[in-house]
């Protein structure tokens, strides 16, 4: 990683941070849900909610990604995911966890992960340069690492982190968004187009 430079490994490492947490709350929503309601529709629902905004807002999320500033909207939007996520973990702990609440924020989530996505694969030219072996070398480890971090290692850390209580993956995932949006605040270079 050393060869794509330290502004990379930032990325890299923020990416890998951020979507850790998308997947640890890609498992807590539905068994949180499960113990509000036996509804494998609303179930179903707290679940879908975090994919959907890849159909609905998907497009919209490419747009802003090609007009705005990549760095600032990943900073921005993983704030953003903190305090929704921070907001979850207070209601779940204060006993006023519902399915509609769950919903809702699992979709802001997803339509946060849209946007980070799409800024992070965009960004990548700008921080490692145009050589195809650079771009083919960082994209493969920036799409590796939020693979890992999303589907083989969050989920399985989501539901521990359930069983110990069921805010803690809620709290956990918020600390990963402030990280990476720590680490994305300190990767220089201008990233409009």
Same mark, same amino acid.
């Given at each position: ?7 990379? !490994? ?9 979507? $850790? ?14 113990? &509000? ?7 179903? &629902? ?9 159909? *609905?807002?998907? $497009? ?10 990549? !760095? ?12 929704? *996520?921070?907001? $979850? ?23 946060? =992960? ?6 992070? =694969? ?7 340069? !145009? =050589?195809?072996?650079?771009?083919? *070398? ?11 971090? =999303? ?9 521990? &982190? ?20 720590? &680490? ?5 270079? !201008?990233?409009?187009?």
């Amino acid at each position: 990683m050393t060869a794509l430079g330290p502004d990379f !490994r930032r990325l890299w490492t923020a990416a890998s941070v951020s979507t $850790l947490g998308d997947g640890i709350t890609v498992t807590a929503g539905p068994l949180l849900a499960s113990t &509000l309601t036996r509804d494998p529709l609303l179930i179903g &629902l707290v679940g879908a909610s975090s994919f959907l905004p890849w159909i *609905l807002v998907g $497009l919209l999320s490419g747009a802003l990604v090609d007009r705005l500033d990549r !760095r600032s909207l990943m900073w921005t939007v993983d704030l953003g995911r903190a305090a929704v *996520l921070g907001l $979850l973990a207070t209601a779940i702990l204060a006993g006023w966890a519902s399915i509609p609440l769950l919903a809702a924020g699992a979709f802001l989530l997803g339509t946060g =992960q849209t946007v980070f996505d799409s800024a992070a =694969q965009a960004a990548i030219p700008t921080i490692v340069g !145009r =050589q195809p072996e650079r771009l083919a *070398l960082a994209n493969g480890r920036l799409l590796g690492a939020q693979t890992v971090s =999303q589907h083989f290692a969050g989920p399985p850390l989501g539901g521990v &982190l359930f069983t110990v209580a069921p805010w803690i993956p809620y709290a956990a995932d918020a600390v990963s968004f402030l990280g990476s949006s720590v &680490l994305i605040t300190r990767i220089r270079g !201008r990233f409009t187009v």
